[in-house]
């Protein structure tokens, strides 16, 4: 099997609905949302759920005020200025600022502090039109997304291999932080799709920096190329002193939104149109990719 990762170095440039797409032309895929604290791949499969399965998460701290004595040892250890006294002059933890260090919970005299694992996030196993989904929901302020990236990669493989999939299509994070690395390690393939704007330009200079230090295959996609004609070309250039190759050049069309309302990706939405002929040939390249590296169905 082959796996791509897709990811942007900034949220809005259109990566998830071009994964949708790439999705749809996949045949026998496994699709993937890595994108686990902000998921939306999910609104254009709109799958059917299967499985269900909790992701514990970091310890949070909870002070049982009736054993509580106050002597104030947890406040004067806590790092990260966690632990506050109320308008009861009860010792209270703050979940948001507690980082599950669990020092407070040792150093207690008491036995007054416990520390449990957040059961807040969740991961799933779906049934998509176009193939088995893994995704995930986060709870506000969680941790560990990284672990639950890796954790839902691993199960795709093992549904790929069941099912004998030939492509794993993770839609990745934007940004360059600990979900995006989680995305592309050990990634066969990652295509980076990016806008015509400087906060979009800027933003891919750091994410193709980030896929080259893994020296990861990577390629490029421009979407909405013909909103700002003068900084596509120095993109283009960009990727070209960057040994990026940029594989297909999508402009900008309404009907991208219109599918998207209707929960369809474009594809199937406007079966004809410009963008579904550039998203089926930039598909094309990436199934003659796989094979120029050696895979074998």
Known sequence: MKEITIISGKGGTGKTSITAAIASLAEKAVICDNDVDAANLHLLLQPTEKESQVFYGSYVAEINTDECTRCGLCIEHCRFDAITVNTRGDYE???????????CERICPDNAITSERSSNNHWFVSATRFGPFLHASMGAGEENSGKLVSLLRNKARDIAKVSVSRWIINDGPPGIGCEAISSITGA?????????????????ERVAELVQSFNIPAFAIINKMDINPPLAGIIKNFLKDNDLELIAEIPFNENMVNAMVQGKTIVEYDPESEITKILQHAWKEMEARGQEEGVTW
């Open 188 to 204: 066969d393939m990652v295509i980076i799709v990016t806008e015509p704007s400087l906060a979009a330009f800027h933003d891919l």
């Open 93 to 103: 933890i703050n979940p948001f600022t507690c980082e599950g260090c669990r020092l």
